[in-house]
T-cell receptor
Framework: DGGITQSPKYLFRKEGQNVTLSCEQN?????MYWYRQDPGQGLRLIYY???????QKGDIAEGYSVSREKKESFPLTVTSAQKNPTAFYLC??????????????FGEGSRLTVL | SQQGEEDPQALSIQEGENATMNCSYK?????LQWYRQNSGRGLVHLIL???NEREKHSGRLRVTLDTSKKSSSLLITASRAADTASYFC?????????????WGLGTSLAVNP
């Protein structure tokens, strides 16, 4: 079945370490998104990518980096520069029509905890 | 930036009752979408309603949109314990970068058996 796979589901990191969260989709979607969710909060956009080899900063990109070398993959690196990285991270994708016509498909999320 | 605001923030009802959640937004929109999130899971799309539509149905879900009041409501009829989740509205603004959804803070719904 088509879908979005995020890994790992749980991740623990020591302060000062970079970590990379994986996001893979087999929906043949052009656009992919990374969101951060904190307890009792809505979703905040970190980065998004409309096509391969292109991506844009969202509202809270500082301390994060991404790459989009393949259509199927959009990994997110949480760097040591991110001051408060403990959060639930969600990856999503959408077809070429974008949010004007369609819905986002989400992965199951990755919960990052900084020790 | 958050545009949508859902109310109530939390809602607790008995199985079989109806649940109504509201969403207000600030700017002109292309469409408004409702999503559901079970605890610790990803979001699942429920309904998309366009700015020229007033009402949509999907199973036990009914969504209304009032663009003059910049508000939407999600009604879940004959609720079940399995409907327990957080519900988010998200808007696609007409102006600016309309590749980005603007998310509300969500309504936490508890349906008690």
């Amino acid at each position: 079945d088509g879908g979005i796979t995020q890994s790992p589901k749980y991740l623990f990191r020591k302060e000062g370490q970079n970590v990379t969260l994986s996001c893979e989709q087999n929906l043949n979607h052009d656009a992919m998104y990374w969101y951060r969710q904190d307890p009792g909060q809505g979703l905040r956009l970190i980065y998004y990518s409309q096509i391969v080899n292109d991506f844009q900063k969202g509202d809270i990109a500082e301390g994060y980096s991404v790459s989009r070398e393949k259509k199927e993959s959009f990994p997110l690196t949480v760097t040591s520069a991110q001051k408060n990285p403990t959060a639930f991270y969600l990856c999503a994708s959408i077809n070429s029509g974008g949010v004007n016509t369609g819905e986002l498909f989400f992965g199951e999320g990755s919960r990052l905890t900084v020790l | 930036s958050q545009q949508g605001e859902e109310d109530p923030q939390a809602l607790s009802i008995q199985e079989g009752e109806n649940a109504t959640m509201n969403c207000s937004y600030k700017t002109s929109i292309n469409n408004l979408q409702w999503y559901r999130q079970n605890s610790g899971r990803g979001l699942v799309h429920l309904i998309l309603i366009r700015s020229n539509e007033r009402e949509k149905h999907s199973g036990r879900l009914r969504v209304t949109l009032d663009t003059s009041k910049k508000s939407s409501s999600l009604l879940i009829t004959a609720s079940r314990a399995a409907d327990t989740a957080s519900y988010f509205c998200a808007t696609v603004p007409n102006a600016g970068n309309n590749r980005k959804l603007i998310w509300g803070l969500g309504t936490s719904l508890a349906v008690n058996p």
